[in-house]
Nanobody
Framework: QLQAYGGGLVQAGSSLRLSCTAS????????VGWVRQAPGKEREVVAA????????YYADSVKGRFTISRDSAKNTVFLQMNSLKSEDTAVYYC?????????????????WGQGTLVTVSS
């Protein structure tokens, strides 16, 4: 079971680090994605990490500001979010996939955790 946490209310320009933990298993051999859903909008993958460690994906809207990383020793995946903007306000989910290639659309993620709300005030 996945659990995302670390959200909160911050001002524009601030930073937050989200964490995702998995109970009952590790992230080994799993692609991991951070997916967000803003009010009234569809879910979008903002960052994703290939389990081989060979590539990462970032949506254009967060490129250069967000960083996805893994800590295998802690069995945790992080999303470092810097220079937050009001348009980053959303519920953020972590999700895993076992597809051949790391998914950049939410459809292909098969396991989802509870989301964590990030609210950025301008």
């Amino acid at each position: 079971q996945l659990q995302a946490y670390g959200g909160g209310l911050v001002q524009a320009g601030s930073s937050l680090r989200l964490s995702c933990t998995a109970s009952g298993r590790t992230f080994e051999r799993l692609h991991v994605g951070w997916v967000r859903q803003a009010p009234g909008k569809e879910r979008e993958v903002v960052a994703a990490d290939n389990w081989r460690g060979s590539s990462t994906y970032y949506a254009d809207s967060v490129k250069g500001r967000f960083t996805i990383s893994r800590d295998s020793a802690k069995n945790t995946v992080f999303l470092q979010m810097n220079s937050l903007k009001s348009e980053d306000t959303a519920v953020y989910y972590c999700a895993t996939a076992t597809t051949t290639y790391v998914p950049i659309t939410p459809t292909y993620y098969g396991n989802w955790g509870q989301g964590t709300l990030v609210t950025v005030s301008s």
